[in-house]
DNA sequence: GATAATTCCTCCAGTGACTAGAGCTTCAAG
DNA sequence: CTTGAAGCTCTAGTCACTGGAGGAATTATC
């Protein structure tokens, strides 16, 4: 029987995280000590480093939520868990691509500015002329 | 004099975001019409369309700040400028080296999975089993 | 066995950058 | 002069936590 605690440093999940997922319901109802405290075991262990696992990856809780239901149902297909984990790779792609244009802009940017004064700054100028940028953003 | 929906549609920036602003002191406070309704000019537009264009660029509030506040002093050194500049792109490299890695792990992940049950289903063993991933993360 | 230190409990509030809605007033067009 | 769009303020909600207050339980030390 693990403390709440002791469940925060085994899977590196902070104490409050951990109550807050239980109010969330992905993690159900831990039983209590005598003195109202929740006491764990190997399961809950395996149920958080799952969700951990899962947020770590950039998951959200509602997709979450749909995971763990689904792995209570290991005789359906798992077209289902595929499809989520796909939609997820998508969205993570467009955020690269969105956060490499930055990454140019911004080097762009930089590498203009010759450091001299604010009234020439290319930082501050490109940032007011959006006609100073290159394509589209 | 523009309206504070002008401003929006010549912007971009929705009207709720335009008073949140000025909430936030990222834009003066506009006069008022005798109806109490906001009135903007040409320079209010070019101050909207500079903290737009930094937004975009994923800077955030305190950052643009500072930057509205260096504007301010044309005289100064753009070294500050620079500074918030050189920062961000270090957090944009390092959120797309995050993303990359979150990419190529959930390409493995689906690409392990023969999409029959839940039972056999590597996404959910993969979240499950942190030993199933590559390196660390 | 007493005491002290640590951990636990619940409840509430705050984060960032908006966004949405209620309920009301003002403005512009016909 | 009426009507409908757009404006106003104020409050609360979003997401996934995080932190603090104030008090109870547990564990360690003496």
């Given at each position: 029987m693990l403390s709440i605690g002791d469940l925060s440093k085994r899977t590196g999940v902070k104490v409050p995280t951990i109550r807050y997922y239980e109010q969330m319901g992905l993690i159900e109802a831990a039983e209590r000590s005598e003195g109202n405290q929740r006491r764990y075991e190997r399961n809950d262990l395996e149920r958080l480093a799952f969700i951990r696992h899962a947020r770590d990856l950039g998951l959200d809780i509602p997709a979450i939520r749909e995971l763990i239901a689904l792995s209570?149902?290991?005789?359906?297909?798992c077209a289902n868990a595929d499809r989520i984990a796909a939609d997820h790779l998508v969205a993570v792609r467009e955020k690269i691509e969105k956060l490499k244009k930055l990454e140019h802009e911004l080097e762009r940017i930089i590498s203009h500015?010759?450091?001299?004064s604010i009234e020439d700054c290319y930082v501050i100028r490109a940032l007011s002329d959006h006609g100073l940028c290159e394509g589209e953003h």
């Amino acid at each position: 029987m693990l403390s709440i605690g002791d469940l925060s440093k085994r899977t590196g999940v902070k104490v409050p995280t951990i109550r807050y997922y239980e109010q969330m319901g992905l993690i159900e109802a831990a039983e209590r000590s005598e003195g109202n405290q929740r006491r764990y075991e190997r399961n809950d262990l395996e149920r958080l480093a799952f969700i951990r696992h899962a947020r770590d990856l950039g998951l959200d809780i509602p997709a979450i939520r749909e995971l763990i239901a689904l792995s209570q149902h290991p005789d359906q297909p798992c077209a289902n868990a595929d499809r989520i984990a796909a939609d997820h790779l998508v969205a993570v792609r467009e955020k690269i691509e969105k956060l490499k244009k930055l990454e140019h802009e911004l080097e762009r940017i930089i590498s203009h500015c010759d450091g001299h004064s604010i009234e020439d700054c290319y930082v501050i100028r490109a940032l007011s002329d959006h006609g100073l940028c290159e394509g589209e953003h």
